[in-house]
T-cell receptor
Framework: DAGVIQSPRHEVTEMGQEVTLRCKPISGHNSLFWYRQTMMRGLELLIYFNNNVPIDDSGMPEDRFSAKMPNASFSTLKIQPSEPRDSAVYFC??????????FGPGTRLTVL | GQQVMQIPQYQHVQEGEDFTTYCNSSTTLSNIQWYKQRPGGHPVFLIQLVKSGEVKKQKRLTFQFGEAKKNSSLHITATQTTDVGTYFCAGNDYKLSFGAGTTVTVRA
């Protein structure tokens, strides 16, 4: 199994720029989760999808963040415009239900 | 909403010693999961507990789910350097909520 695939693995950008993070879940998994991890706030659930439909986006910090899942094999998390406080590791995870989650390797985002 | 508290936040252990990390939920859980994240890595699923009072073992790791299904513990015996990392519990109510994690360092 390829596991959950995330790209890019590292992203350095300047404040104000648009950032797009990508995720390919494990084939056959119908739930997808986006998390943000920082030293200060730990692991935070941003949004999760079930069968490509956003179910709970209460963790999305503000309107600058948006997530889409156009099909079962692809999701994006977009930040526009980015700010230094968005610097974090962003994880995507997938599962067959609200069950065991398989995490991707993460994208380390640095906003200067 | 559901909150999952985990203590201690940090655990410094002498190699060979035992330690326990605890997880408490504000609500009754349908199940609880434990994950381990190595430094620089991503969370990896360890185990899921479903039944009240359930106890499961993985080699030197013992996981327990409380009778009221609101708390859980992870006990590691004879700690090794390979146990270094952050251990998260995740309580499953209507969605999975992660605790803040216990970061474990080991003194050789």
């Amino acid at each position: 199994d390829a596991g959950v695939i995330q790209s890019p693995r590292h992203e350095v950008t300047e404040m104000g720029q648009e950032v797009t993070l990508r995720c390919k879940p494990i084939s056959g998994h119908n739930s997808l989760f986006w998390y943000r991890q920082t030293m200060m706030r730990g692991l935070e659930l941003l949004i999760y999808f079930n069968n490509n439909v956003p179910i709970d986006d209460s963790g999305m910090p503000e309107d600058r963040f948006s997530a889409k899942m156009p099909n079962a094999s692809f999701s994006t998390l977009k930040i526009q415009p980015s700010e230094p406080r968005d610097s974090a590791v962003y994880f995507c995870a997938s599962s067959t239900a609200i069950d065991t989650q398989y995490f991707g390797p993460g994208t380390r985002l640095t906003v200067l | 909403g559901q909150q999952v508290m985990q203590i201690p936040q940090y655990q410094h252990v002498q190699e060979g010693e035992d330690f326990t990390t605890y997880c408490n939920s504000s609500t009754t859980l349908s199940n609880i999961q434990w994950y381990k994240q190595r430094p620089g890595g991503h969370p990896v699923f360890l185990i899921q507990l479903v039944k009240s009072g359930e106890v499961k073992k993985q080699k030197r790791l013992t996981f327990q789910f409380g009778e009221a299904k609101k708390n859980s513990s992870l006990h590691i015996t004879a700690t090794q350097t390979t146990d270094v990392g952050t251990y998260f519990c995740a309580g499953n109510d209507y969605k999975l909520s992660f605790g803040a994690g216990t970061t474990v360092t080991v003194r050789a």
